[in-house]
Structure formats: C-alpha cells, structure tokens
Nanobody, 123 residues
Framework: QVQLIESGGGWVQAGGSLRLSCAASGRTFYYMGWFRQAPGKEREFVAAIRWSGSSTFYADSVKGRFTISGDNAKNTAYLQMNSLKPEDTAVYYC??????????????????WGQGTQVTVNS
C-alpha cells in the first residue's frame, strides 16, 4: 500500500504560481500523477511522471504552464503551476500506481490517492 500526503494548495490571483507536493511512503510505485476535480465536473487528468526514467505526460490544457517533477531521495512529486487561470480552480489529487500501465492519464490506472488539496485562482 502506498500512502500519499499532499500539500501546497491555496489561493492565488490569475497569472500567479503555486507548487503542490505529494510525499509518498509504503511500497514501490511506478507512476505518480496529478488529477483535479472542479465543482460539478468529473475528475480530470493533469500530469503524470514515470518514476523510473522520469517520462512526463500532460493534459493539453496545462502544457507549457505546469511542470511535474520527482525527487527520488524524498519520494516526493511536485506540480509547479505557473500562469494560473480561474479555470484551474479545483481540488487537486495526487495518485500513484503500484503496477505498470500504458495509460498514465487514466484515473483507473491508479490505486492510491491523496486526500486532495484545494487550489483557487481568483480573476
């Protein structure tokens, strides 16, 4: 079982930046990802990183603005969010897979989830 603890959410003006962190403990994982869910909407993929090799994947809506990275020594993934827009407002969830997957963008691929952290972007 992988345990995930998120931090770093908050309130920011449009155009600003935030960095989310996700500290993992427990068994080995293959991918870490970030998803988000806005009120009244389905959870959507944001970004993912393959822990071995560091390949990264992004949703089109965040490409060029968000960067996912990982620190192997700290077992922590980060999501640097720049040029934030009001439509980025959502609860952001960190997730991890304990098995390989060909679909790191699909929530069904993940078997461990964090508690979520609120990100609010004010226009």
């Amino acid at each position: 079982q992988v345990q995930l603890i998120e931090s770093g959410g908050g309130w920011v003006q449009a155009g600003g930046s935030l960095r989310l962190s996700c500290a993992a403990s427990g068994r080995t994982f293959y991918y870490m990802g970030w998803f988000r869910q806005a009120p009244g909407k389905e959870r959507e993929f944001v970004a993912a990183i393959r822990w071995s090799g560091s390949s990264t994947f992004y949703a089109d809506s965040v490409k060029g603005r968000f960067t996912i990275s990982g620190d192997n020594a700290k077992n922590t993934a980060y999501l640097q969010m720049n040029s934030l827009k009001p439509e980025d407002t959502a609860v952001y969830y960190c997730a991890a897979t304990t098995h390989g997957t060909l679909r790191p963008y699909a929530s069904q691929s993940y078997d461990a989830w964090g508690q979520g952290t609120q990100v609010t972007v004010n226009s």
